[in-house]
């Protein structure tokens, strides 16, 4: 039986990455975004079809992201040099481009199964969706099937909802009004 995540203390991390710039290296562990929102996505593999739709969108809302105190992170079990040959690839060679966030490598594959969305029999990961708080709680998840890129909209709603505090009902948006418990 599966694991119930949201409302717990999302599973700790550490991972190696290749920066968006395409150049660099880095490493970051879950501790690095304390105080700050995290969407942590994962994705199955690099130099795949629906894969670069999602994360360049995630990159190009990396501003509106960002004035949500709330950091991107994209995983997937191939490795940093595999991440950084795909940022470095272009667009229209079914590349990536620079992105505004890093790729973590998840090559040992225990991080996609601490998260729930590894296919064993596969190796590669489901594509999940995750929103973790400033304090560490994971507070939203969405796994789909691999055929199916995810919403940046509805990530921003979730999210907004989320940091607005409040019951919110179906369809909500920034600025609407909560509902009032009676």
Excluded at 23 to 29: A, E, L, Q
């Amino acid at each position: 039986m599966a694991e119930r995540l949201v409302g717990r203390p999302a599973p700790d991390f550490t991972l190696e990455t290749a920066n968006g710039d395409g150049k660099d290296f880095g490493k970051v562990s879950l501790s690095d975004y304390r105080g700050k929102w995290l969407v942590l996505y994962f994705y199955p593999l690099d130099f795949t079809f629906v894969c670069p739709t999602e994360i360049t969108a995630l990159s190009d809302a990396n501003e509106v992201f960002k004035g949500l105190n709330t950091e991107v992170l994209g995983v997937s079990v191939d490795s940093k040099h595999s991440h950084r040959a795909w940022i470095n690839t272009a667009k229209n060679d079914n590349g990536l481009g620079q992105l505004n966030h890093p790729l973590g490598a998840d090559i040992t594959k225990q991080v996609a199964r601490d998260y729930g969305v590894l296919i064993e029999e596969e190796g590669i990961a489901l594509r999940g969706l995750f929103i973790i708080d400033p304090d560490g709680e994971l507070k939203y998840q969405v796994v789909n099937h691999n055929d199916v890129g995810r919403s940046v909209e509805e990530t921003l709603r979730v999210l907004q909802a989320l940091q607005s505090g409040g019951l919110c009902p179906m369809n909500w948006k920034a600025g609407d009004k909560h509902l009032v418990a009676k």
